[in-house]
């Protein structure tokens, strides 16, 4: 109960400061972290990360996918399939 009455002031306090800011804030941001997402270096940041993220989960995978349920790894199958097309994502950057 104790962190549903924490959680529900703080949804609180964030509407009342959101609204009290207004549209013009709201830009502001939006502006701000466009900028920070087309930064070259964090575009390359975000696709070493991903490319690191696809391998260990590649290994994890092969280690443990004989012990999945068969729904879970036909998903996992089904999820590595639909990535191989390289097509760019919304960062400007191939899934692959």
Known sequence: MRYRLTFMIGAAVGYVLGARAGRERYEQLRKGARQIAQNPAVRNTVESAAQNGRAMS???FAKVGD???????ERVRSLRE?????????W???NT
């Open 58 to 60: 590649s290994r994890a």
């Open 67 to 73: 012990r999945l349920p068969d729904s879970v790894s």
């Open 82 to 90: 639909r990535g191989q097309g390289g097509v760019e994502d919304d």
């Open 92 to 94: 400007g950057t191939s």
